[in-house]
């Protein structure tokens, strides 16, 4: 059976989802941040607030259209990011074998299911965090080595504000939504359940990948104080050349006016 994450945004209207579906749903629990739905047999779907969700035993078509229907409670969607897709089936104990994408669960508890579900969540947002990073620094990357050839960047300063509010916003909307990659609650109350969670976390390498994360978000950071500087230099040289016109004309006029007064 299929298991699949997704990251589709950044966040869900999780109280519509849940009164949405409940009635549709043979199983539906609304976890703070998480509805569980259980829509019978092995299907499962686990939506998340922070705007990823988990298929458990959907097929993709299934999966594109309960994705069609979500993205009605989707808040400023975006390109859809699919993570890991695994199959799963039963055994004696909940492991997860890397070489074959493989997950075995040792029982039918739905919360097996959801703990497993955070961790694989929690991947798919990182994906999404780690793709705009990349695309800012693929493009922005020109800018350090034309600052070092040429000791000025060839950009308007529109253009250079463009970029300061781009790189300043994604970096809040990482720093506000941290909390997605934190443990979550939900094992505070069910400290059992928490072992399955750190299995897929470990498993999914979401600590040494928000380690590199961070790493990106220092070369962003110091990209923004070399635009930002850059910025600053060229409205000083702006200001500099109003004043030395400013004084020119000044010059001018008085020059002019001692010419006229000896005519």
């Known amino acids: 059976m299929r298991c699949t994450s997704y990251c589709t945004g950044p966040a869900y209207d999780i109280e519509g989802v849940f009164q949405a579906y409940k009635s549709k749903a043979a199983t539906a629990h609304f976890y703070d941040e998480v509805v569980f739905l259980s829509m019978g047999s092995e299907h499962t ?9 988990v298929f458990w035993g959907y ?4 999966e594109r259209d309960a994705l069609t229907t ?4 989707l808040r400023s969607p975006q390109t859809q990011i699919q993570e890991d897709t695994f199959v799963y089936e039963y055994g004696i104990e909940t492991i997860i074998e890397e070489e074959e994408d493989r997950i075995i669960l040792q029982s039918e508890d739905p919360l097996l299911k959801l703990s497993l579900s955070y961790g694989l969540s ?5 994906s999404a965090f780690e793709h705009e990073v990349d695309k800012t620094i693929q493009q922005t990357r020109h800018l350090p080595a034309e600052l070092a050839e040429k000791g000025k960047i060839s950009l308007s300063r529109k253009k250079i504000s463009q970029y300061i509010g781009k790189l300043f916003s ?3 909307l990482i720093n506000l939504e941290s909390f997605a990659l ?3 609650e939900f094992f505070w109350k069910r400290p059992r359940y928490e072992p399955f969670y750190q299995l897929s976390v470990e498993f999914l390498d979401i600590q040494v990948r928000l380690n590199i994360l961070n790493s990106k978000l220092n070369v962003v950071h110091e990209l923004y104080e070399i635009l930002s500087n850059e910025l600053k230099h060229a409205h000083s040289s702006f200001l500099e050349w109003v004043i030395i016109i400013l004084i020119m004309v000044e010059v001018l006029i008085s020059i002019l006016k001692d010419f006229l007064q000896w005519i």
């Open 182 to 184: 934190d443990t979550p």
């Open 70 to 73: 979500l993205g009605l409670f």
């Open 170 to 172: 994604q970096k809040n």
């Open 45 to 53: 779907m686990c939506v998340f607030a922070y705007g990823a969700v």
């Open 122 to 126: 929690q991947s798919a947002k990182l």
């Open 59 to 62: 097929t993709s078509i299934e």
